[in-house]
């Protein structure tokens, strides 16, 4: 867990949430490098799945004072920073992972869901610059993601789309004689 973890230091965050499934929580980060050629690296994107994510909390590390001064939608459209900089440039849509990944130890929280379920569970806390990720999970695989992967694509007719259109809860004053709080799921 330490080397797929240390993996989570000194790259930019540039996606993080829940799967559309939902049951595993993805992280995508960027990892620049030396683009000399004579070493051979390239930059990459790498996707690092939480799997089983019984807990996802997201907290701000911006401090208030800045927030303050970076409620303008004009800092969406930014792509740089710089020293002056007049608030918190959010339109970079990266974070640097700072300090990165830390495994919480003797987590109560990964002790409870290892008892509920029968698997061992982890508690680590994601740091970047903006955001504080704290994740419960059974384990964690990383691959390398192409240009172009989307997390989510908003579908007219998929399976969340099917599922909620056959789910729906009726209105009060329903004449279909139904139970309030049915729906169609009898």
């Not at 869901?113 to 990383?142: C, K, R, T, Y």
Request: hydrophobic residues 40%.
């Amino acid at each position: 867990m330490g080397l797929v973890l240390a993996e989570l230091q000194d790259k930019e965050l540039v996606f993080h949430g829940f799967t559309p499934y939902m049951r595993d929580y993805e992280v995508v980060v960027y990892e620049p490098v030396d683009r000399n050629p004579k070493h051979g690296l390239v930059p990459r994107h790498l996707r690092f799945l939480f799997k089983y994510c019984t807990e996802a909390t997201v907290t701000s590390r911006v401090r208030p004072d800045v927030w303050a001064r970076s409620l303008s939608d004009d800092l969406l459209k930014v792509h740089h920073v710089s020293r002056g900089s007049p608030g918190y440039v959010w339109g970079v849509e990266a974070q640097e992972l700072f300090p990165g990944a830390t495994v919480v130890q003797g987590s109560s929280r990964a002790a409870y869901w290892a008892d509920q379920l029968g698997l061992a569970f982890h508690e680590v806390l994601v740091e970047a610059n903006a955001q504080a990720i704290g994740l419960v999970f059974a384990s964690v695989a990383v691959a390398e993601v192409a240009p172009g992967y989307a997390p989510f694509i908003v579908a007219a007719a998929g399976h969340a789309e099917a599922y909620a259109d056959s789910s729906r809860q009726p209105l009060s004053g329903d004449v279909t004689g139904r139970e309030p709080g049915l729906g169609d799921r009898r």
